[in-house]
């Protein structure tokens, strides 16, 4: 229901990047250029990528890439077009079934910690442990090598598997839209348990949650914590 998907983030200290060129018009060129590649890419116009691009600022290219590929993309051009450009990666979580079982999955924060539902509850076994490594930068901090040495090796976080059935699961979350909006209710909610096992397999609510969507945030009473 929920997954995590590998992320590329553009970020740049212009000077790092136009000072490539010697006239103001190669270097607003360029800045076109790299604009009109990284738009498509990083959701956001070629304009407003083109003004970050000329200012003063260390700035954030648009949003992280997560489509593999895109990243492969950029990590084609790190060395070429976007010599200069800090390509940083990174993860974020992933809700693919959209809405489904929201309320119970809960959401994460900008730093991809758990802050409700069961990505807050079991935060210590998804988490997993960063790892370190070196990288060799030149002295205006452009990467000058693919090579890296590591220093501690990542731990990654474990998978967690639900006895949510996600047939079932889709009824439940059917029905309970349907009597939320037959009563005009404020919320409606159910669960369906098999007696034998104990097993919850389906637990939904309305209004829901969509994790994917950072305007869809809860509302109070809505989120199992």
Known sequence: LTCSVETLQAEVLPRNVLSR???SGERA?????????????????????AKRLTGERWTILGEPVQDPDGIATLEQEARKLLYGVDLKAGWARRAPWGASAGNLLGYVDHSGTGVSG???????????????????????????????????????????????????QQMVEEECLAAWRAHEAAST??????????DVLAMASVPGLNADDTADRPRDGSLVR
Do not use: Y
């Open 21 to 23: 060129r010697k006239t």
């Open 29 to 49: 060129r360029l800045a076109r250029d790299i604009a009109r590649f990284l738009g498509p890419l990083v959701d956001r116009p070629a304009e407003d990528l």
């Open 189 to 198: 909610m159910a669960v369906v348990v098999e007696v034998a096992t104990g």
């Open 118 to 168: 069961l990505e807050q509850g079991l935060q210590a076994w998804l988490s997993g442990v960063d790892g370190t490594a070196e990288v060799r930068r030149d002295h205006k901090g452009r990467r000058v090598s693919d090579e890296l040495m590591v220093c501690q090796a990542p731990v990654p976080g474990l998978d967690v598997t639900l006895t949510l059935d996600a047939t079932i």
